[in-house]
């Protein structure tokens, strides 16, 4: 069946520290992931696209890495700040279907501590 | 703010009554997405529009649940005869490419007692 897995337990580091998430997926094929970071109550907001001939991928203090052979995204979010705290979801696309049909994981929640 | 609206933000209904919400997307985005995310979950795709065609309806959309997006600008998503297992946050999207980000509204909290 298909699965994507993120850490379903909360990440907490200190502020400063470089934080890395974790997306595996199985029986998916995708073309492109996406990382988005949501805040409670709040929707969804977009960060970063990788596609599948891309390895790595930075925004500012983030950077996102994509292996298909090992079927895994890592996020990271270097000189982390309590800003930072928030839950974060990673995405694909179900493919075949014609249109961006987005499957997420659980999300795994980062709390950033002072 | 010209980003994705949705309303109400917040709807406590009884068991068995009908609700309706509504997502005005960014205007010039003529794909538009429905999701659902409970609790601890990621969020679930549920319907997906191109300008007014409904062209995706995911199997989690039992009869009880309707959207609709007339011309193709603001959409509406219709749950009749609420069940307590509906209780989750409705989640609208939109955007204009067939890939790439997804601009999310706040999303329309539902709570069926």
């Known amino acids: 069946s298909q699965k994507i897995e993120q850490n379903s337990e909360a990440l907490n580091i200190q502020e400063g520290k470089t934080a890395t998430l974790t997306c595996n997926y199985t029986n998916y094929s995708p073309a492109y992931l996406q990382w988005y970071r949501q805040d409670p109550g709040r929707g969804p907001v977009f960060l970063l696209l990788i596609r599948e001939n891309e390895k790595e991928k930075r925004k500012e203090r983030l950077k996102v890495t994509f292996d298909t052979t090992l079927k895994q995204s890592l996020f990271h979010i270097t000189a982390s700040q309590p800003a930072d705290s928030a839950t974060y979801l990673c995405?694909?696309?179900?493919?075949?279907?014609?249109?961006?049909?987005?499957?997420f994981g659980t999300g795994t929640r980062l709390l950033v501590s002072p | 703010d010209t980003g994705v609206s949705q309303d109400p933000r917040h709807k406590i209904t009884k068991r068995g009554q009908n609700v309706t919400f509504r997502c005005d997307p960014i205007s010039e985005h003529n794909r538009l997405y429905w999701y659902r995310q409970t609790l601890g979950q990621g969020p679930e795709f549920l319907t997906y529009f191109q300008n007014e065609a409904q062209l995706e309806k995911s199997r989690l959309l039992s009869d009880r649940f309707s959207a609709e997006r007339p011309k193709g600008s603001f959409s509406t998503l219709e749950i009749q005869r609420t069940e307590q297992g509906d209780s989750a946050m409705y989640l609208c999207?939109?955007?204009?490419?067939?890939?790439?980000?997804?601009?999310f509204g706040e999303g329309s909290r539902l709570t069926v007692l």
């Open positions: 995405a694909l696309d179900e493919g075949n279907t014609g249109f961006q049909k987005l499957v």
């Open positions: 999207a939109s955007s204009s490419y067939a890939e790439g980000e997804l601009f």
